[in-house]
Structures are given as C-alpha cells and as structure tokens.
C-alpha cells in the first residue's frame, strides 16, 4: 500500500467544492472539538473561517505553548549544488536555463560547514540539492553527510526522492531526516509543472514518503508550493498525507511547510494563486488546531516582520541568514539561486529579534528543543 493508492479515492474538484461549502457552524463546530478530522481541517481552512482568526491565534498560541513551550527551533540549509536533471517551470535551477552550474567540493563543503558555523551556534543543517543523481547521488550525500558530523549533530537533506535502500544507507551514514515538497498534489495538472525529468513522475515523488518511513527515517517533512493550484485544496491533500504517514509510520516524527513562490531567475513565471497574509496565518492556526505535535516549519521565503509575528502563534522552527545557491556562507560565489530570500536578517539578528518577543531561539532540532524546555 502506498499514499498514490489512497490519493487516487480522492477528487480534487470535490475537495475543493467541500471547502467553500464549508459553514460558519461547521468551523464553530471545529473549534469547540478535542481531536479534529480532516474534515475539520477543511472548516478551518475554508473562506468561513475567516471571522474566526482570533479565535483560531488564541487556540493555536495555546496549543503551541502546551507541546512546545516558547522555544523555535532554528536550523540552516546549504544548497550543494544547482545541478538539476528536472525542468520545473517555476524553479530557477531548471535544467534549460544558460547558467554555470555548480557542485561543491568535499572541501569547499567543508568550508561551508566552518563558515556556517562563524555565524551562529547552527547544530540543525539540512543539505539540498538539485535532481541530478548520476554526479550528486547518494554517494555524493554520503560524503557530505560524513563531513557533516564533526560540526552538526542533527542532519537533514532535501533531495530527490530516492529508493527505501537508499535512504538506509543514508541513515547509516548519520542522516536523520528528510524534506520533500510535493509541490501540488493536483494529478492531473502536476505535468504541467514538471515536464521532463524524474521529478515528473508523480507517483514515484509522492510514494517517496512512504520509501522514508520503511526504511525508518527519524523525521519527515511534507510541503507544497503555494502559488501553483489552489491551495486550500493541496494544503487538505497534504493534511491527509499527514494522517496517512502517522498511521503507518507512527514511530517517525513530521514538519510542514507551505511556502509562497517567490522570485527566482526563472522569472517567466507567475504564481497562478497568490495567498496573502491573512491566508497564511489562518493555515497556520488551522494545521496547529489540526494537529498539535506536527513541526511548523517558516523559511526565509516570507518576511521578517510575518515570521516574527507568527513565531509567537504556531510556528516551531525556522531558518535564518539562509544562502540559496552553492557555496553562498562561505566565498559567496554569485552563482544561481534557487529563489530570492526575502527576510535578510543574519541570524543573530533573527535570535535578537525572537527574545524580544519573549521566545527563545535553540540552535538543535526541535525535538532536542523541546527536550531542554523540559
């Protein structure tokens, strides 16, 4: 049994008509309730909801502060590489796009990893990569992951999908999860999207979590880009991917993300949905109502001013001073970026900013966060 099979009794134009169906006593019904169905999820999501966002703060800050404390959990990510098989329309690493490509050295990772290190006390990396498995394969992340261990105690890679062997050796090799954006969960329009490479095989990206949870990954993070399709509809779809993976892999731990598309030098682009901020903090509040021990990940896409505010609200771990194209900590090599960043901070002061609102900032993944809280 794989998360294709349960996704395929599923209709997306259904979903979404349930959504904005959705009533203003279905969502009071929702927050009056102990433990939420996806069909709650969808109350709290839905345009009806929108009179409840204090209501839903309130509750979300609650919830938060019983299961986290007042701690967010920060971590750093290093791009390896630009180097990419895939030719995603909205990415700037696509494949066709006339740029130097880049993949670090063993030593300029390493390098990487020193300078990281110089900014703030980071124990939390998570390694990225392009899809481009014959010269950054899993050996290649062996290696890094190795060269990882004398600087970071808890390591993380966002990679393409890879077989439940692979994963294994990985894991063998110190790694102690795995993030993955599924992008949309839409079937029939996910190729339009992803034309050509492996990322355009659907089933073999969104059964990859599956693959993580039987070789035993520690944690899995699920996400999807918010701008392709709509995204009530892809957020319930990754809602029930959630409920799926804790049923079957209830041992392992989860993160989301839901980050809005921002700029990248595959600027032909235009985001088809454009959620404000008053959408993102009401997803946020619902997916913490919806599940109180699910990691509640902000990146740097979003602004210093939003992230500060929902840090206080539902979000557990975030990123800071991130660099999105290889090599950026350490030599700063202008080669092509993922996406711009939008919140330029450096990280301490992100962690300056954070004990201003009364939390305080843990450089270790937020399950040793939560463990030193206690």
Known sequence: ???????????????????????EQDVQRALRKEHRTIE?????????????????ARLSQQYTRERFGRTISMYIPLYLTNS???????????????????????????????????????DNLLLVTGENPAKAGVP???????????????????????????????????????????????????????????????????????RMGQAGVHKIGLGVLIGLEEWRTDVTLMACHLRYLQKHYWKTRYSVNFPRMRPSENGGF?????????????????????????????????????????????VTSMSAESKTEPGGYFSYPQALEQFHVSDERKATEVERDLKRLGLEPVWKDWDSAFDIKQ
Not at 40 to 56: Q, V, W
Not at 182 to 201: A, D, V
Not at 296 to 303: H, Y
């Open 1 to 23: 049994m794989f998360f294709s099979n349960e996704l395929e009794k599923i209709s997306w134009q259904q979903t979404t008509e349930e959504i904005y169906t959705k009533t």
């Open 40 to 56: 709650d999820f969808k109350a709290l999501i839905s345009p009806a909801a929108a009179p409840y966002l204090e209501t839903m």
């Open 84 to 122: 990419c098989t895939n030719s995603c329309i909205y990415c700037g690493f696509n494949h066709h796009n006339p740029l130097p490509r880049t993949i670090l050295t063993e030593e300029e990772i390493e390098n990487e990893y020193k300078a990281i290190k110089r900014l703030a006390p980071f």
């Open 140 to 210: 290649y992340l062996q290696r890094a992951l190795r060269l990882a261990k004398p600087y970071f105690s808890h390591l993380q890679v966002e990679v393409m999908p890879l077989k439940t062997e692979e994963y294994k050796q990985l894991i063998d090799t110190g790694l102690n999860g795995v993030i993955c954006f599924q992008e949309t969960y839409n079937r029939e329009r996910y190729s339009i999207y992803h034309p050509r490479g492996m990322k355009s095989r659907f089933e073999w990206r969104v059964n990859g979590f599956d």
């Open 270 to 314: 235009q985001p088809n949905i454009v959620m404000n901020d008053r959408e993102l903090a009401q997803l946020t509040f619902a997916m913490r109502i919806f599940d109180r021990d699910v990691d509640i990940s902000f990146s740097t896409r979003e602004s210093a001013r939003m992230r500060n505010h929902m840090a206080t609200l539902g």
